[in-house]
């Protein structure tokens, strides 16, 4: 079992930068594919960014360029670093874990998912 917590959300304007951060639980955290999901209002949820167990890194093409995915195994913690950000990246974001395989653009790949964290961007 795997418990996931995101922090690091909050209201940046237009071109500004956040950082979140995703802490799990669990003493085997480092064989776990990793990623970022996010979900704005009345739409599906959405890939964002995934780690695998080896750092192996892969985007969406909206966020290519601007976020960047990391992991801390020491620490159990994923990051996600986003900059310029634009108004249509405001969504509540989720990170997930995945105990098989790579990462995957997939949300049903993923078995544990945490609570999310609101990122509002203002115009």
């Known amino acids: 079992q795997v418990q996931l917590v995101e922090s690091g959300g909050g209201l940046v304007q237009a071109g500004g930068s956040l950082s979140l951060s995703c802490a799990a639980s669990?003493?085997?955290?480092?064989?776990?594919?990793m990623g970022w999901f996010r979900q704005a209002p009345g739409k599906e949820r959405e890939f964002v960014a995934s780690i695998s167990w080896n750092g192996g890194t892969y985007y969406a093409d909206s966020v290519k360029g601007r976020y960047t995915i990391s992991r801390d195994n020491a620490e159990n913690t994923v990051y996600l670093h986003m900059i310029s950000l634009k108004p249509e990246d405001t969504a509540v974001y989720h990170c997930?874990?995945?105990?098989?395989?790579?990462?995957?653009?997939?949300?049903?790949?993923?078995?544990?998912w945490g609570q999310g964290t609101q990122v509002t961007v203002s115009s």
């Open positions: 997930a874990a995945k105990q098989y395989g790579g990462g995957s653009a997939s949300p049903r790949s993923y078995e544990y």
């Open positions: 669990g003493r085997t955290f480092g064989s776990y594919a």
